[in-house]
């Protein structure tokens, strides 16, 4: 079924109202929470207890203050923005996690953009050096499990080892970041461009074992987040490389999300879900491939192509800002957006908020706004 185009200018009332939203529920966990460190809500109350498991979402809810002052200039996110920044600062060592891309990519490198100060520029390149010590003999980064797991989540990551590497010049950086790439289009990246959340390799030989999957429906399936991820992250990785076969891995994981997405292309948590099970979205996914989309728009060449995948961002968007998504009416809700998936599994953050969901929505929103991708970054 065909749908009329989307025309941006006349959602560009929409997306405003939104993001007067965004800072509304901004400055109320400011005020309610000090210090505090969002991941997901628990009945749209952020959670403040049990597995809180933050290492990897301490970027988000400074991501979205740095994207509101970018936008707004309104002082009044400065400070905060920098305060939960510089508190980042000790992680450009931290070889504990493979996310530091995500920590540092949504905090020191918009406040880089903004002030072009040396110092931030010397913990990016640091925090990119710490993640390439995490490369194996398989060829690419090791996830926090352990150095026989790869994940599809890393793509949103090794774009800071490639940002550090075009920093320094520094080409042992740009081959480590290159391989892991290869690896995981080669591994995780399916023909029809479904993806595998997590791959497993025979540490001593680097000999690729099997697909596996922790947030995933199974093994075999497609976690919706995970091909999200990998939209993005090869979308990225071909910016910051300038190596076409990204593109066309990213173009590959894109066409594959818009053949399988339902209607207003939202999508389940899982693509693969049987009828039996509740087929939940998880609004994380789409907002994460409405901006990957949005990069992805600027990236191709085909005037066609481009049109294809920024309709896509925009039918993503305008679903997302609906008061299905948006909880305008529901002020007892303290998320941006609702309907996020963290763990099926073991019951986390299901149906709820999520702290990347909220960010990745602000910085696609940013991006539809301005009309251009790098308002976002
Ligand atoms: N562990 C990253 C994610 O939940 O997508």
Same mark, same amino acid.
């Given at each position: 079924?065909?749908?009329?185009?989307?025309?941006?200018?006349?959602?560009?009332?929409?997306?405003?109202?939104?993001?007067?939203?965004?800072?509304?529920?901004?400055?109320?966990?400011?005020?309610?929470?000090?210090?505090?460190?969002?991941?997901?809500?628990?009945?749209?109350?952020?959670?403040? %207890?049990?597995?809180?498991?933050?290492?990897?979402?301490?970027?988000?809810?400074?991501?979205?203050?740095?994207?509101?002052?970018?936008?707004?200039?309104?002082?009044?996110?400065?400070?905060?923005?920098?305060?939960?920044?510089?508190?980042?600062?000790?992680?450009?060592?931290?070889?504990?996690?493979?996310?530091?891309?995500?920590?540092?990519?949504?905090?020191?490198?918009?406040?880089?953009?903004?002030?072009?100060?040396?110092?931030?520029?010397?913990?990016?390149?640091?925090?990119?050096?710490?993640?390439?010590?995490?490369?194996?003999?398989?060829?690419?980064?090791?996830?926090?499990?352990?150095?026989?797991?790869?994940?599809?989540?890393?793509?949103?990551?090794?774009?800071?080892?490639?940002?550090?590497?075009?920093?320094?010049?520094?080409?042992?950086?740009?081959?480590?970041?290159?391989?892991?790439?290869?690896?995981?289009?080669?591994?995780?990246?399916?023909? %029809?461009?479904?993806?595998?959340? %997590?791959?497993?390799?025979?540490?001593?030989?680097?000999?690729?074992?099997?697909?596996?999957?922790?947030?995933?429906?199974?093994?075999?399936?497609?976690?919706?987040?995970?091909?999200?991820?990998?939209?993005?992250?090869?979308?990225?990785?071909?910016?910051?490389?300038?190596?076409?076969?990204?593109?066309?891995?990213?173009?590959?994981?894109?066409?594959?999300?818009?053949?399988?997405?339902? %209607?207003?292309?939202?999508?389940?948590?899982?693509?693969?879900?049987?009828?039996?099970?509740?087929?939940?979205?998880?609004?994380?996914?789409?907002?994460?491939?409405?901006?990957?989309?949005?990069?992805?728009?600027?990236?191709?060449?085909?005037?066609?192509?481009?049109?294809?995948?920024?309709?896509?961002?925009?039918?993503?968007?305008?679903?997302?800002?609906?008061?299905?998504?948006?909880?305008?009416?529901?002020?007892?809700?303290?998320?941006?957006?609702?309907?996020?998936?963290?763990?099926?599994?073991?019951?986390?953050?299901?149906?709820?908020?999520?702290?990347?969901?909220?960010?990745?929505?602000?910085?696609?929103?940013?991006?539809?706004?301005?009309?251009?991708?790098?308002?976002?970054?």
């Amino acid at each position: 079924m065909s749908r009329p185009l989307l025309d941006r200018p006349t959602l560009v009332p929409l997306f405003q109202e939104t993001l007067g939203f965004v800072a509304a529920q901004s400055q109320r966990i400011l005020a309610q929470y000090p210090n505090y460190l969002p991941m997901y809500t628990v009945a749209g109350k952020w959670n403040r %207890e049990g597995e809180r498991w933050t290492h990897w979402c301490e970027g988000f809810f400074p991501g979205i203050l740095w994207l509101l002052y970018k936008t707004t200039r309104d002082e009044r996110w400065l400070a905060p923005a920098r305060a939960y920044t510089r508190r980042l600062e000790p992680r450009q060592y931290d070889r504990t996690v493979h996310d530091l891309g995500f920590l540092f990519f949504s905090t020191y490198l918009r406040e880089y953009r903004l002030t072009g100060e040396a110092q931030l520029r010397e913990v990016l390149i640091q925090a990119g050096r710490t993640l390439a010590l995490r490369r194996q003999k398989g060829g690419y980064l090791a996830s926090f499990i352990g150095p026989q797991s790869l994940f599809i989540d890393i793509m949103m990551n090794v774009g800071l080892i490639f940002w550090a590497a075009n920093a320094t010049g520094d080409d042992s950086l740009r081959q480590i970041a290159l391989e892991h790439c290869r690896t995981t289009a080669r591994t995780l990246v399916r023909p %029809e461009g479904g993806t595998a959340h %997590e791959g497993i390799f025979d540490p001593d030989t680097g000999a690729f074992l099997h697909e596996s999957t922790h947030q995933g429906w199974t093994a075999a399936s497609t976690w919706t987040r995970g091909l999200a991820w990998a939209i993005y992250g090869f979308t990225a990785a071909h910016r910051l490389s300038g190596e076409e076969e990204f593109l066309a891995t990213a173009q590959r994981c894109a066409d594959c999300y818009l053949r399988r997405a339902p %209607e207003g292309l939202v999508p389940w948590w899982d693509f693969d879900l049987p009828a039996n099970v509740p087929h939940l979205w998880d609004s994380s996914a789409g907002a994460i491939t409405a901006s990957g989309l949005w990069d992805l728009a600027e990236a191709v060449r085909d005037p066609m192509q481009q049109e294809r995948y920024r309709q896509g961002a925009l039918t993503l968007l305008q679903t997302l800002c609906s008061d299905a998504f948006v909880p305008r009416q529901r002020p007892e809700w303290e998320g941006i957006l609702m309907h996020g998936v963290y763990h099926y599994h073991k019951g986390l953050g299901v149906d709820e908020s999520v702290a990347w969901g909220d960010h990745f929505f602000v910085e696609a929103l940013v991006k539809a706004l301005a009309g251009n991708a790098e308002a976002g970054w």
